[in-house]
């Protein structure tokens, strides 16, 4: 069954509040075996609500409109549904009483205008209100159907589950759930995933029932992001699939892969210390803080997370870590700067970054040169050099993950 969602009102065109309904909505449908295919906001105009309904018709077996069943003049989602339907709209005595008694139990006489929120469809059904005013609709148009709920998060994710999705369940009479999980990489651009995994992609084909489907999400300073999909009979034939799928995917991108889901890079590197009863100290320049601040983000870091040295200032590199003379935008000062976090600190592995934020260059280096130093047990320090793109601010970010994953490939790479 193709279904999609419709969500109503100006303010979300404007920006002034973002929809979190729709993402919602499409999350549930998933869970429960349903395809949706398109998320669609418009604004409180009749005839572009009336439009969207009907171009949402012609596509989808089913439509969840959001939003515009409250009592002021610019709530006419009940109007343009009664439109499409061909139908007048009726006042459902009952649903007026029942309005009326919740202004009465506040102690408050019920405004006419909320006499609105009891006009019905001829042919629809009722979803009774539990927690607000507003009662939901399960609106037949044919052999399609059209689903209205509140735009208030917690009324319309109440009549969601109660209502909507066991209606959409029993006519689509699908027994199926849509299940995903996100492989988080770094290091690798979103075309060069594309290439390493087209001959999985093409064996896979159209993604049936039981076949998963792979998708990219470029995620920003967070990395590229590869979802897989799979529609199944039950949670534990689902749980299977993906293990299945994650594997493999695992086998074709290696270490470019740091985390399942909501596994962060710093957590992934805290795992591997915690692995080896390591600890770590960092020594931060031009992050000026932004390593250490992700690092204590991760819940039990203080297991294996020493501390923090930010020597942003040369002088304070030099008093306090006790570098040599000479540039501090360079390979030699960031293998210091990661040894003397570890002396300083009393840690086992030595994190440090140095290098050139911008607008201006220093020491004869533009912005974006970044120099990442590790310090393992038992091996001479090293630094890898960075060479980011962007703003100050994202030269920052970026300098920041880079170099968590550069001490992670290094845990990785010992085995």
């Known amino acids: 069954m193709r279904t999609e969602t419709l969500a109503v009102g100006t303010e979300l065109l404007l920006g002034q509040i973002v929809d979190t309904n729709s993402a919602y909505i499409g999350e549930q449908l998933a869970a429960a ?3 949706c295919h398109f998320h669609t906001c418009v604004g409180d105009n009749l005839d572009r609500i009336v439009l969207a309904l009907r171009t ?9 409109v959001c939003g515009g069943l409250g009592p002021t003049q610019d709530d006419i989602t009940r109007e343009a549904i009664a439109a499409v339907m061909e139908v007048p709209l009726r006042r459902d005595p009952q649903v007026l009483a029942r309005i009326a008694q919740m202004f009465a139990d506040r102690n408050r006489e019920m405004p006419p205008n909320n006499g609105r929120q009891a006009d019905v469809p001829e042919g629809a059904t009722l979803i009774g209100q539990t927690l607000g005013t507003a009662p939901g609709l399960i609106c037949p148009i044919g052999r399609k159907v059209v689903y209205a709920l509140p735009g208030v998060p917690y009324e319309m994710r109440e009549m ?7 209606d959409l369940q029993e006519r689509s009479g699908e027994k199926a759930l849509i299940a995903s999980r996100t492989l988080r990489t770094w290091g690798i651009s979103e075309s060069k ?16 029932v039981g076949v998963p489907t792979i998708a990219f999400l470029a995620s920003g300073i967070e990395g590229i992001k590869v979802r897989i999909t799979v529609k199944a009979t039950d949670p534990a ?10 594997a493999e995917i695992s086998r074709i991108l290696g ?3 740091f985390g399942i889901d909501g596994e962060t890079m710093e957590s992934a590197v805290g795992r591997l210390l915690s692995d080896r009863g390591w600890t770590l100290a960092l020594a931060e320049s031009l992050t000026g803080g932004l390593i250490s601040s992700r690092v204590v983000s991760v819940p039990g870091a203080s297991q294996w997370f020493r501390g923090c040295v930010v020597s942003y200032d040369s002088e304070v590199k030099r008093s306090l870590l006790g570098i040599s003379d000479g540039p501090v935008v360079s390979e030699t000062a960031a293998g210091e700067m990661a040894l003397a976090a570890c002396r300083v600190l009393g840690a086992k592995v030595g994190l440090a970054v140095t290098g050139v934020a911008g607008p201006a260059s220093q020491e004869g280096q533009p912005p974006g040169t970044v120099y990442a130093g590790v310090a393992l047990p038992g091996r001479e320090p090293e630094a890898v050099l960075l060479r980011l793109v962007g703003d100050r601010s994202r030269i920052r970010q970026m300098a920041t993950i880079s170099s ?12």
């Open 404 to 415: 968590l994953d550069v001490l992670r490939h290094r845990l990785l790479d010992l085995g």
């Open 237 to 246: 034939n689902a749980s299977a699939l993906l293990d299945a799928e994650t």
């Open 56 to 64: 949402a018709l012609a596509r989808s077996d089913a439509v969840v």
């Open 160 to 166: 969601l589950a109660r209502a909507v999705l066991p």
């Open 193 to 208: 995933l594309a290439e390493l995994l087209a001959d999985r992609i093409e064996a896979l084909g159209a993604g049936a």
């Open 33 to 35: 075996g349903l395809d």
């Open 255 to 257: 270490q470019s892969i």
